[in-house]
């Protein structure tokens, strides 16, 4: 079998259990790979399987510093979750798993000095990043101070409890963690239930000084993501310190959904000029395959993807001629946007014809 575009096969060198429905998985990375899987904290890989005939991919987080040389991400189990359903019950040591190297931009921002204030509102499987942060922050900045809000359901299902707990006693000082759990109740009413807006609301006027940090960092279910980004816009955060990690991506409205249909079928036998793996081809822009992406890839060019869901980037091109729309954008940043750049699982043709290229 050839390797799908970019994926490595990679050995499980250990399979741990981190959770009733959460284990994490170490990578074998023989030495001739050791640079592509580099990463810095806050990255994820994208693994790729086969189920049932399907060619299924999906992101995860790297879970640990790049000081502890090794490279592992966290799977948890979601309902009707085929991928993490399949890592949790049948992903053995020693198996080979398809990867692609380190990507994202959920990153500590550049030239922070070593004092900075940061903060982590997370929620479930969304410490998988975030604690990667949280660890490199505290190591490399001397005087950093991180405060982690981490929201789950019970004691039970909270991710890395033992290990936060020992960061705590290590950096007693620089690190405060509080949880946050729906199904228990604490003495204190601060830490019942989960983080919506208004507990947000009452942690920022308790537990932070909102005003000082110099970054939040926000993983978890949508609903919280949303709650934590809406307070903190209403508190005045400026938005370039506001780092949100998806995962997946809201459905469409029926207004977005009809919107998206009109462009593709405006945008209906548009040329399109493809370069891939240094090959130039040429395919018109079909509107029954939906995006540029997937006509790409109904016309057999294995162009790079994961999600499909505007959010992790793997699909990234660059517009050479012409003009896209795009419909959701997560990822990319407001310089690659300029830059040219476009998320062609989200992109329709704009113009009467398209020049692009994913080498670049
Ligand atoms: S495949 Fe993930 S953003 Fe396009």
Redesign the pocket.
Known sequence: MSLNRGFHKLKIAEVRRETADAVSIRFDIPDELKERFAFQAGQHLTLRTDINGEDVRRNYSVCVSPSENEIRIAIKQMPAGRFSSWANTALREGEMVEVLPPMGRFLVPEDTGNDGYYVGLVGGSGITPVISILKTTLETQASAKFVLLYGNRSTASVMFLEELAGLKNRYMDRLELYHFLEDEADEIDLFNGRLDQEKCEAVFDSLIDVGSARAFFICGPGPMMDAAETALVARGVPPEKILIERFTSSALSAEQLAAREALQQKAAGTELTVTLDGRRSKLAFDPTKGSI?DCVQAAGLPAP???????????RARILEGRVTMTKNY?LTDEEVAGGYV????SVPASDHVVLSYDE
């Open positions: 992406l993807y994961a999600c499909k869901g505007g959010v992790c980037t793997t699909c990822g998320l062609t699982c989200q």
